[in-house]
């Protein structure tokens, strides 16, 4: 059974900061590269930023220095926190994994196959 099921989205002021987390199915969590990705109204969704299952992070220029992606292997969630919030900042935030058994496990953007429903983050 995949599950990845995100919360804490909600209003923020400008300045301000988020912290989101992704409750991910065991499976999943230990064997894939996890991801969290936004989609704001009218555009294309983009990545925030990866994590591979050594933790090895990668990071989106739009956010380096901004946001910082973790793994919390005791609730097998994984974690996002943003500071700095900007009205552009404003979207549906998702957290996304790969296929863990797949033949080969890559951290590579067109690999993220497994999705949330997604979590709205506002920011004013």
């Known amino acids: 059974h995949v599950q990845l099921v995100e919360s804490g989205g909600g209003s923020v002021q400008v300045g301000g900061s988020l912290n989101l987390s992704c409750e991910v199915s065991y499976y999943v969590y230990k064997g894939a590269c996890l991801g969290w990705f936004r989609q704001a109204p009218g555009k294309e969704r983009e990545e925030i930023a990866r994590i591979d299952s050594a933790g090895v992070t990668i990071y989106a220029d739009s956010v380096k220095g901004r946001a910082s992606i973790s793994k919390d292997n005791a609730k097998s969630t994984l974690a996002l926190r943003m500071n700095s919030l900007k009205s552009e900042d404003t979207a549906l935030y998702y957290c996304?994994?790969?296929?863990?058994?797949?033949?080969?496990?890559?951290?590579?953007?067109?690999?993220?196959?497994?999705w949330g429903k997604g979590t709205q983050v506002t920011v004013s």
């Open positions: 996304a994994a790969t296929n863990p058994f797949a033949a080969v496990v890559t951290c590579e953007l067109g690999a993220f196959e497994l």
